[in-house]
């Protein structure tokens, strides 16, 4: 099964492909990872791409084609979430190519719905844990008093650099106007299935198909 989360900054697409991973055993595709992967250890892309995210802008399709072609050879696994991939149609419709060439199916698109005003609070605020990636939130979650992760233990307060107002309202506007045409493409193809990103994590339940054994993903009541 290959599925690609759809949806605004702060939509919530990290968090849910990582229950999918944990419970299905896919493989989590994420440019945005890769990316800051680069940028991180100082790579030519990496530095290349550095200026581009802080701002909130859209990296190249090829960068991001590329990137995601290499994983497609490389990796076997039980799926494919495609996390922030494609955000434009361009990169829609080489993934469709790519995924052809190896003979693999686009099963389904999932949009996950959440209003700007929820994005933003959810966004400026979110700091991550160093040690194992914990999700914390100044006002929602925020650290322990002691300063040490609950899960972990570890001090490392991670913030990503475009996690701040302007970047995100950059990062958004990047959203509307590139990547949202991509549910009327999604649409139209007959792939295209939306949530309500709002609701608690209860609303996407991991399951496994009574029948057969076979790994699906509950969307409340709708199988895929
Ligand atoms: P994300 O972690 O998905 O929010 O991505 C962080 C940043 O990486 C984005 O704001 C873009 O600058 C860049 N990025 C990630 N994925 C893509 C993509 N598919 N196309 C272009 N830029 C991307």
Avoid at 202 to 217: E, K, R
Wanted: one cysteine or more.
């Amino acid at each position: 099964m290959n599925i690609i989360l759809l949806g605004a900054p702060g939509a919530g697409k990290g968090t849910q492909a990582q229950f999918l991973v944990e419970s299905l055993g896919m493989v989590q595709l994420s440019t945005g990872d890769m990316l800051r992967e680069a940028k991180d250890s100082g790579t030519e892309m990496g530095k290349l791409v550095a200026d581009v995210m802080s701002r909130g802008d859209l990296v190249t399709d090829e960068i991001v084609i590329g990137l995601i072609k290499e994983k497609l050879d490389g990796e076997q696994g039980a799926g494919f979430i495609f996390d922030g991939f494609p955000r434009t149609l361009a990169q829609a419709d080489a993934l469709g190519a790519l995924l052809k060439e190896c003979n693999r199916d686009l099963d389904r698109v999932i949009e996950i719905q959440v209003d700007d005003t929820a994005l933003i609070k959810r966004i400026v605020g979110r700091s991550t844990c160093g040690g194992c990636g914990q999700v914390y939130h100044d006002e929602t979650k925020p650290w322990p008093l002691n300063g040490q992760c609950s899960i972990c233990g570890s001090t490392d307060v991670k913030r990503r650099a475009d996690d701040n107002e302007e970047s995100l309202k950059q990062r958004l506007m990047e959203y509307y106007k590139k990547t949202s045409p991509l549910l009327g493409y999604y649409f139209a193809k007959g792939n295209l299935i939306s949530i309500n990103g709002l609701l608690s994590m209860d609303c996407l339940l991991y399951t496994s198909d009574a029948a057969d054994d076979t790994p699906c993903v509950d969307l409340g009541g709708r199988r895929i």
